[in-house]
């Protein structure tokens, strides 16, 4: 299929997934600011996707328009259009708080409820009704804590509150809530960025198992961290897609200066 946008590089003749997600000519202004330009982005499935740029380039934007958070934001208009399988999801009779469960989120600092442990996770499956006893929404509260790689070392704490854990924890007990409700996408926002290097290396080891069965979208300042756990990768200067491809090919033999110069170090 033809890009949409002629001047936007992307190795679409190598693409090896099917397509979870895609931004068409999307736009996002701030009031009369305008912070996206016509992004035209396809998510693969079950692959991890970085996005890269320099600050304010618009990476969180687009990140926040894949579950809509943006339309939080008073003063922020998305235009163009954002499918997930086949539907457009700001259609006016999508239900946002479904569409949430679909793609949830992580965010840069971890913000886990001032609750328990075991109430962080049971959360989102109560509120979508998702288990009708107990037995189930222990298992729910068992089974995602394992994938998040938690479980083991909180299991005799689930009572405790989730607050009083590490940082590194608290992050991976925010990724057992988002896994929780059965998400198909995850989006991180620089889920990393508040974590030492060890905390770091298990919540990347996590995002490299978890795409066996997620599609995750990542904000990433680190180019390491995106060649560590991405399979593509999208890079943003000045609210456009510059290019997108396989991380290797981004990283080893860009097609656009300003990525070159990026990655290179030249300014960001
Ligand atoms: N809530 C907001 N209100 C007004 N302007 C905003 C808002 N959020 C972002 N912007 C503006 O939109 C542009 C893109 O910001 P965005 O946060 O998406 O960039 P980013 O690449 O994620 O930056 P960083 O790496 O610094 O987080 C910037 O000019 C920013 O100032």
């Given at each position: 299929m033809q890009d949409t946008n002629p001047n936007l590089k992307q190795?679409?003749?190598?693409?090896s997934n099917p397509i979870k997600m895609s931004g068409e000519k999307v736009t996002v202004h701030y009031g009369a600011k305008q912070?996206?330009?016509?992004v035209d982005l396809k998510i693969e499935e079950n692959q991890v996707t970085s996005l890269i740029g320099p600050s304010g380039c618009g990476k969180s934007t687009f990140l926040r328009c894949l579950n809509r958070m943006n339309d939080t934001i008073d003063i922020c208009r998305v235009g163009g259009k954002i499918m997930l399988d086949s539907t457009d999801i700001y259609n006016a009779d999508v239900d946002v708080v479904e569409l949430r469960a679909r793609v949830g989120m992580v965010f840069q600092k971890a913000n886990p409820f001032p609750k328990s442990i075991f109430e962080n996770v049971a959360y989102g499956p109560r509120i979508h009704g998702l288990c009708r006893t107990k037995a189930e929404m222990d298992e729910v509260v068992v089974t995602s804590l394992q994938k998040a790689g938690l479980f083991e070392e909180i299991k005799d704490r689930l009572?405790?509150?989730?607050?009083?854990?590490?940082g590194g924890q608290q992050q991976r007990l925010c990724i057992a809530r988002a896994i929780a409700v059965s998400p198909e996408v995850i989006l991180m926002d620089e889920p990393c960025s508040a974590l030492d290097p060890i905390a770091t290396a298990k919540v990347e080891e996590l995002i490299d198992e978890l795409r066996e069965n997620y599609t995750i979208v990542i904000v990433t300042h680190s180019m390491q961290q995106a060649a560590r756990v991405s399979q593509r990768t999208a890079f943003f200067h000045m609210g456009n897609l510059v290019e997108e491809g396989p991380t290797d090919h981004i990283f080893?033999?860009?097609?656009d200066k300003r990525t070159q110069d990026y990655i290179t170090g030249r300014f960001g």
């Open positions: 190795d679409s003749d190598i693409r912070a996206l330009f016509d009572d405790e509150p989730g607050t009083g854990l590490s080893t033999n860009p097609k």
